[in-house]
């Protein structure tokens, strides 16, 4: 990556990626924001002021350095089958989580108990292109209320092969008022992911800051 702050844009207009969009502007950094829908992207950005602009979906993946993917899992897969070509060479990060609501009221997993989004997403992106597991630690209603608080800051998870995009992943979550944690590589995507014992809706069970975060994370 260049030394210049990366463009960073937000894929997906539902309840993560309003809320990923909404505390990246609170902390002062100017994001790209795609949908389904280019006037509901525009109706966002609107709301969210002069740091936030909207773009049709293949536009900000051209002009992001940094794609945000806050959509369901199989649509994830598909926009990475679509925007193949143009996510060459991008940082890609994954918010995903494999559920789908079960007939109890809850989720359920949709793949393998063993297996992550994270890996399954890690076999289909370009050889070019590196994958980061992140933002997708803690429910929407944490995301927000968790963000910016104090005295001590609220960890999110990440996951990464490469290296080298971590100070850039980590200034990033850092910008959207949490403390970034990194576990490992992709394998370690189950552990983030929801069920997993690092996820607010697995064991960890609630929003954690960064000691006790270490403590689950690599003691338990």
């Known amino acids: 990556m260049s ?53 049709d979906t293949a536009s900000a993946i051209v002009d992001a350095d940094i794609i945000i993917m806050s959509v369901w899992f199989n649509v994830e897969q598909e ?22 609501p079960d007939e109890k009221g809850g989720f359920r997993k949709i793949i393998d108990e063993s297996e992550s989004a994270g890996e399954i997403i890690s076999a289909k992106i370009p050889e070019e292109t590196r994958l980061v597991k992140a933002f997708g630690t803690l429910g929407a209603a944490s995301l927000q209320t968790a963000a910016f608080q104090g005295p001590e800051q609220a960890v999110l998870f990440y996951a990464s092969n490469d290296s080298s995009v971590d100070k850039d992943v980590e200034q990033l979550i850092a910008d959207s008022g949490f403390d970034p944690l990194k576990i490992g590589g992709i394998d370690q995507s189950v552990r983030i992911e929801v069920f997993g014992d690092l996820h607010e809706f697995g064991k960890l069970g609630k929003p954690v800051a960064l000691k006790e975060a270490r403590d689950k994370a690599f003691n338990s």
């Open 79 to 100: 926009l990475l089958s679509q925007y193949r070509d143009l996510l060459k060479n991008k940082i890609i990060i994954d918010p995903s989580n494999p559920i789908a």
């Open 3 to 55: 030394t210049t702050t990366p463009k960073v844009a937000v894929i997906g207009l539902g309840n993560i990626g309003k809320t990923i969009a909404g505390n990246l502007i609170k902390g002062n950094r100017e994001i790209i924001i795609a949908g389904r829908k280019i006037e509901d992207a525009r109706s966002l950005a609107k709301q969210l002021g002069p740091l936030a602009t909207a773009e």
